[in-house]
Nanobody, 127 residues
């Protein structure tokens, strides 16, 4: 059975940092495109970063470019999202998502067309 589990969320002051983790079971993240999304209350789910399977190319939304970094640890079967210089507008539930085997050679995207989703982790940026 395929599972994605996010962790690392919490309360942080503006300007602070958090690192989110997306751990997979039942499949190998290294071969799949992985996306990070967030959803604030009353807003649509927003794609903020992704990493492709083969090749590992990355993409970032303009709203997080230069502040967030996506990375993958194949040995731990985990994808990370390092978030620096956090702002109150970064407050949201953060989700990771993965594509199935058809995504192995497909570039990652920031749209919500992935096959598998985690349950989300809350990030709150407030003083």
């Amino acid at each position: 059975q395929l599972h994605l589990v996010e962790s690392g969320g919490g309360l942080v002051q503006p300007g602070g940092s958090l690192r989110l983790s997306c751990a997979a079971s039942g499949f190998t993240l290294a071969y799949n495109a992985i996306g990070w999304f967030r959803q604030a209350p009353g807003k649509e789910r927003e794609g903020i970063s992704c990493i492709s399977g083969v090749g590992g190319s990355t993409k970032y939304a303009d709203s997080v470019k230069g502040r967030f970094t996506i990375s993958r640890d194949n040995a731990k079967n985990t994808v990370y999202l390092q978030m620096n210089s956090l702002k109150p507008e970064d407050t949201a539930v953060y989700y990771c998502a993965a594509g199935d085997g058809k995504w192995r050679f497909r570039p990652c995207v920031l749209s919500t067309e992935y096959n598998y989703w985690g349950q989300g982790t809350q990030v709150t940026v407030s003083s």
